[in-house]
């Protein structure tokens, strides 16, 4: 079935960086569109970047410049490189993949930008 595996999550300080990984299985990684969202407490969970499987890439404006979303389709992994990191920054990151038009969500990794 299919799995997603985040890792890379932490604690990082105002500015500083931070590189969120994601491991895909049981599905044809290449194929097929991922993305990263965030979610803080008692809020919905928000659409952060996305890659297409011809690697188009969206952000959400606030990471524009600051986020960099990347793919190696050899290693079925999708990146998420973060820098100039905010207090604001601070969630729970999920990595989603769209298989046949089902998402399927990885457990999630805590990313904390504090002092």
């Known amino acids: 079935q299919v799995q997603l595996v985040e890792s890379g999550g932490g604690l990082a300080q105002p500015g500083g960086s931070l590189t969120l990984s994601c491991v895909g299985s049981g599905f044809i990684f290449r194929n097929w569109p991922m993305g990263w969202y965030l979610q803080v407490p008692g809020r919905e969970r928000e659409w952060v970047a996305s890659?297409?499987?011809?690697?188009?890439?969206l952000y959400i404006d606030p990471v524009k410049g600051r986020f960099t979303i990347s793919r190696d389709n050899d290693k079925n992994t999708v990146i998420l490189q973060m820098s100039q990191l905010k207090p604001e920054d601070t969630a729970v990151y999920y990595c989603?993949?769209?298989?046949?038009?089902?998402?399927?969500w990885g457990q999630g990794t805590q990313v904390t930008v504090s002092s």
């Open positions: 890659i297409t499987a011809s690697g188009k890439v």
């Open positions: 989603k993949a769209m298989v046949r038009e089902k998402p399927y």
